[in-house]
């Protein structure tokens, strides 16, 4: 798992959105995946958003990526993991619950590549939206169409929205793909419900699905959420 230029350059433009977060949490603790002229690109483009940004003050030794979100003005992010293996704080196997301890204790929650990877992609989510406080931000970055084989899943625009939105009541910030070979080519993705075929599109090569949203206050009723087009 990794932040590669189209996951860089979405966090960078919801680092606006972190409200003065105090506490992050991350699936997999993250890399940073922008060797050479990828770096100088993202350097360039970032500041678009205000981020005046050397390579030494987003980059560390062990090629992890705390120093990068530090620089993008994130609070210090925790990772959580099913291994010890890349040094984790919090040792989880997200295809169960977290445990009571950790929920509604995080103001920023990031899937960065990790719930297509979970068998039990549901329980995943819900983790995910378990982890957050009242008022927190879900960022989340994952593959979908053209990805064959790369996980057990390829997420569409029906979890961001009807999940995050419609189910859970969360403020839908961004919804958007972007071909993995364009990463400039950011393309909005409406609300899918209700629509013929739902949110149904043909893409050629890999994209990812980029979303952001923000937990209610105050939670509404929960039920499972259903595809957009059977509602």
């Known amino acids: 798992m990794g932040i590669s230029l189209i996951p860089a350059m979405f966090l960078a433009r919801h680092a606006a959105n972190l409200n003065g977060a105090q506490r992050g949490i991350v699936l997999g603790r993250q890399k940073l995946r922008m060797p050479g002229r990828k770096l100088d690109r993202f350097l360039a483009a970032v500041q678009m958003h205000g981020f ?5 003050q987003v980059t560390q030794a062990d090629g992890f990526t705390e120093s990068f979100f530090a620089a993008l003005g994130y609070p210090p992010i925790e990772a959580m993991d099913f291994t010890d293996k890349e040094g984790a704080r919090h040792i989880h196997d ?12 995080f103001d920023l929650v990031i899937d960065g590549g990790t719930t297509e990877h979970i068998f039990y992609i549901g329980q995943a989510i819900d983790n995910c939206y378990a982890l957050l406080k009242p008022g927190g931000l879900m960022l989340s970055f994952v593959s979908c ?17 009807r999940y995050w939105h419609h189910a859970r009541g969360c403020e839908m910030l961004e919804v958007s793909v972007v ?15 209700g629509q013929p075929r739902g949110g149904e599109r043909f893409m050629q090569g ?22 957009g087009h059977y509602v």
């Open 94 to 105: 997200l295809n169960h619950p977290v445990p009571e301890g950790l929920r509604e204790q």
């Open 145 to 161: 169409d053209g990805w064959f084989g790369h996980g057990f899943f390829q997420t569409g625009p029906d979890v961001p929205w």
């Open 206 to 227: 890999p994209h990812m699905l980029l979303y952001a949203c923000r937990k209610p206050r105050t939670a509404p009723p929960y039920a499972p959420p259903i595809q």
């Open 52 to 56: 005046d940004l050397t390579a030494p």
């Open 179 to 193: 071909p993995r070979h364009q990463p400039r080519l950011v393309t909005p993705i409406p609300d899918p419900t």
